[in-house]
């Protein structure tokens, strides 16, 4: 069992930065994928970013590329999302997943609470 607490979400002005973070607990973290995932208002949830468990292969959506960097400290538990040039279209709901298959499937077995990002215009 994997529990995940994201944070780092908040308001900013497009063009701005954030980064978000994923706290895991347990000591099986560095066995799994870990991703992150969005859901705007009135729409389903799409897929962010992923790295396996060594850090040697990450994914990002074409929407993110070059803007978003995924990364992850086995050694505190966290995976982190480094997000630059923020757009409004980035509002949302941002979810921080762990599992076998996050990168391979775009899956999550364990999921967390979410944590708001707002960009303004």
């Known amino acids: 069992q994997v529990q995940l607490v994201e944070s780092g979400g908040g308001l900013v002005q497009a063009g701005g930065s954030l980064r978000l973070s994923c706290a895991a607990s347990?000591?099986?973290?560095?066995?799994?994928?870990m991703g992150w995932f969005r859901q705007a208002p009135g729409k389903e949830r799409e897929f962010v970013s992923a790295i396996n468990w060594s850090a040697s292969t990450t994914s990002y959506a074409d929407s993110v590329k070059g803007r978003f960097t995924i990364s992850r400290d086995n050694a505190k538990n966290t995976v982190y999302l480094q997000m630059n040039s923020l757009k409004p279209e980035d509002t949302a709901v941002y979810y921080c997943a762990a599992g076998l298959m996050v990168v391979s499937h775009g899956r999550g077995d364990y999921w967390g609470q979410g944590t708001q990002v707002t960009v303004s215009s």
């Open positions: 347990g000591r099986t973290f560095r066995r799994y994928d």
